[in-house]
T-cell receptor
């Protein structure tokens, strides 16, 4: 089954404790992206990647890092999480751009105390 | 740059009633338009998209949307809603023929269907 998976689905952590949220897709998609969703703000893009070793900032990159060492994986790294990073995070991937359909993961709900 | 305005943050409606969720966009270039749905505790799922051609687009679950270029709108409609349509709906735009360029989302409209 074609899908985007994220782990963990839920995470409660404390300020300053480094964490990684993993994202993996099995569709051989070139493009992957991370969003955060906050009430009343919709989805905002954090980082995206057009291919292996190619990443770029989205609209709200501060406090986040990403890497794209393999095509299927695109982990999101919070080196020193803060409470304002408490949010719902979605990973997405896109195959051929002319198809214009992003596939979203199920989301990771992160709480930073 | 593009922007998307979803005028209603919540739309309460009774089961079997019609519904319209409004979306307006702003862009200096031609765009593709999308509606995504997010059911509780799930990721986003594409409902429908307008790329070109007929301005009336039909999607999954009986939803449709009409692209109106002069009014820069892409409102989503369903003639008769079900309880199971309760979800958050996001309108999004993307520059036409722009390859992997970013989707810009609206802030979402929560559709609340009650019996």
């Amino acid at each position: 089954e074609a899908q985007v998976t994220q782990n963990p689905r839920y995470l409660i952590t404390v300020t300053g404790k480094k964490l990684t949220v993993t994202c993996s897709q099995n569709m051989n998609h070139e493009y992957m992206s991370w969003y955060r969703q906050d009430p009343g703000l919709g989805l905002r893009q954090i980082y995206y990647s057009m291919n292996v070793e190619v990443t770029d900032k989205g609209d709200v990159p501060e406090g986040y890092k990403v890497s794209r060492k393999e095509k299927r994986n695109f982990p999101l790294i919070l080196e020193s999480p803060s409470p304002n990073q408490t949010s719902l995070y979605f990973c997405a991937s896109l195959g051929r751009p002319e198809r214009n359909e992003q596939f979203f993961g199920p989301g990771t709900r992160l709480t930073v105390l | 740059a593009q922007s998307v305005t979803q005028l209603d943050s919540q739309v309460p409606v009774f089961e079997e009633a019609p519904v319209e969720l409004r979306c307006n966009y702003s862009s200096s270039v031609s765009v593709y338009l999308f509606w995504y749905v997010q059911y509780p505790n799930q990721g986003l799922q594409l409902l429908l998209k307008y790329l070109s051609g007929s301005t009336l687009v039909k999607g999954i679950n009986g939803f449709e949307a009409e692209f109106n270029k002069s009014q820069t709108s892409f409102h989503l409609r369903k003639p008769s809603v079900h309880i199971s349509d309760t979800a958050e709906y996001f309108c999004a735009v993307k520059k036409k023929n722009s390859g992997y360029s970013t989707l810009t989302f609206g802030k979402g409209t929560m559709l609340l269907v009650s019996p």
